[in-house]
């Protein structure tokens, strides 16, 4: 019967694990100087070795020769183990034994001693899945078990193991095993095998596992089987449906040439071939995490999983971008992925989404234009495409607004004809705000944006301060204004005409400055709406 590639090259001693060297190196240490604990929590993603290296753990504790780093693999022992039916060596699935009355058969079980082996080795696999009830009728146990038995836990999920558990086992992490260990092993089984594979189709099937040793072999499996003793990147790319790197760089060109409608090309050509939107999105998410990665280091890195001909790819690609344009892109596509996964129409969700990336990359930082004005250069424009047109400017409007008529509707009673000034007496007169009205009658006032200054002698401070005069003022004027009052002793008013003279001339010199001038010059729409004189 055919044996899956998975099964047949699993590693059988410590010297064959590939990517966990702090796990085999304690655990070798840990036997040759009999120290053997009686608790292990395994605790990693899937398809890193936790359940083999805890075989390979009761292969060195119940070898002829053993304990021993090195068990002999031709002992019935190391053989019924490999096999998986070894009597000493039980192995629960917590899955599906993962109630009350499990444990209760396993507590039970660990009282009798090794029928014919020196340890009795416990492998629990999925260990987070049982019950919090189950859990306690083991924790005796497992705290103080006979001097025979050991327990092995295996679980992808450690934050679901109780702490009272934990805190009476050693736990190790399994990482993801790096890209190059994966294809340097799956080169090896080809090898074996009598595969031809192209380096550049073992990559994909190394990113295809993501680490996971298991998902990568899986995937060789599955190549093999469709396609032979000859395998080609392009074919297992389409077998495994991920997208090459010519795909997702057609988005990165069109990002280049600020080109919208060759976005809303490549989602018709997604569509129209079958392709799922949602893995595309994921894909490119990678993709520009890569470009960045490859602009950020400037050569070939174990942080990217790609050859090396696809790394310098992508170091070709992400040059033509900034660092903060491609962390944009980035956030930008994780976001448009998540949105994907509850939208009920994915492909207006990636057209907007790939359309925004456009537009994202038309942004220029403000430090930029504030460099270029700082220098005396006119700011380019944002890029567009050429056919994009001008805005035309609104027709002119003739009459008041809405909002101007209304003001006026509101203000009439209260504004009669002629200076804010003496507008303000004659609404202060009409609510009866006699001594108001004299300390209005008695100071000069400076209107400015927002702002309107009462300029008086100190005795009349206190009637201006008067609520009456701040709703007189917002009457008039139709909107919310601050009052400012400022007194002295004795202090007469300035004249008005100087008063006035001071704030045109502070105006003009505010408009003669040359920034200002080349701030003007780069925002044409822009207006002046008010100054403030800093000398003052």
Not at 408 to 418: C, H, L, V
Request: proline content about 5%; hydrophobic content about 40%; charged content about 25%.
């Amino acid at each position: 019967m055919y044996q899956v590639i998975a099964r047949k090259y699993r590693p059988q001693t410590f010297s064959e694990l590939i990517g966990q060297e702090h796990v085999r190196t304690t655990l070798e240490n840990a036997i040759a100087q009999n120290r053997i604990a009686h608790g292990y929590i395994f605790a990693g993603q899937r398809g890193t070795g936790k359940t083999t290296v805890a075989r390979i753990l009761a292969r060195c504790l119940n070898c002829v020769k053993g304990p021993t780093a090195t068990p002999c693999g031709e002992c019935s022992s190391c053989l019924e183990i490999a096999q998986g039916n070894a009597p000493d060596v039980i192995e629960i699935d917590a899955a599906s034994n993962r109630g009350i009355n499990e444990m209760r058969e396993l507590r039970e079980n660990v009282r009798y001693h090794p029928s014919r082996d020196r340890y009795k080795v416990f492998i629990i696999d999925e260990a987070h899945q049982i019950t919090s009830e189950a859990f306690n009728a083991l924790l005796k146990t497992l705290e103080e078990p006979p001097e025979w038995a050991v327990f092995v836990l295996c679980t992808t999920e450690a934050h679901k193991i109780p702490t009272t558990i934990a805190s009476r086992c050693q736990q190790f992490s399994y990482r993801s095993v790096e890209f190059g260990q994966l294809v340097e092993r799956m080169e090896w089984i080809c090898g074996q095998e009598g595969i031809e594979a192209e380096a550049e189709a073992l990559a994909v099937l190394a990113q295809s596992g993501e680490g996971s040793v298991r998902d990568s072999l899986s995937a060789l499996d599955q190549a093999i089987a469709c396609y032979g003793t000859h395998l080609k990147a392009e074919d297992v790319r389409t077998l495994l449906g991920m997208f090459s790197l010519e795909s997702l760089g057609a988005v990165a060109q069109a990002l280049a040439q600020s080109d919208p409608s060759r976005m809303l090309e490549i989602v018709a050509e997604l569509e129209s071939n079958g392709r799922n939107l949602q893995h595309f999105c994921r894909e490119l998410s990678r993709y520009f995490r890569n470009l960045l990665v490859a602009k950020i280091t400037g050569r070939a890195t174990r942080l990217i999983a790609a050859s090396p001909a696809e790394q310098e790819a992508m170091r070709t690609a992400g040059a033509q971008f900034s660092e903060e344009d491609l962390t944009r892109y980035l956030q930008l596509s994780i976001e448009l992925f998540s949105q994907l996964q509850y939208s009920l129409q994915p492909r207006l969700h990636l057209e907007l989404g790939l359309v925004r990336l456009v537009h994202a990359g038309r942004i220029r930082p403000i430090e930029e234009l504030l460099k270029e004005l700082k220098s005396g250069a006119a700011p380019a424009p944002a890029s567009a495409p050429a056919a994009a047109k001008a805005p035309q400017a609104p027709p002119p409007r003739s009459g008041p607004s809405p909002f101007e008529a209304d003001r006026a509707r509101k203000t009439a009673p209260a504004a009669a004809t002629g200076s804010l000034k003496e507008r303000l007496e004659a609404a202060l007169a009409q609510v009866g705000a006699k001594f108001s009205v004299d300390a209005v009658e008695h100071s000069e006032l400076v209107e400015t944006p927002g702002q309107v200054e009462f300029i008086a002698a100190r005795e009349f401070g206190i009637a201006l301060r008067d609520a009456n005069v701040a709703k007189a003022l917002q009457a008039i004027l139709g909107r919310p204004v601050k009052v400012k009052i400022t007194t002295g002793e004795g202090a007469a008013p300035a004249p008005k005409h100087e008063t006035e003279q001071n704030s045109d001339a502070a105006r003009e010199r505010a408009l003669s400055n040359p920034d200002v001038q080349r701030f003007q010059k780069a925002f044409p729409e822009a207006r002046v709406s008010g100054f403030r004189d800093l000398k003052e």
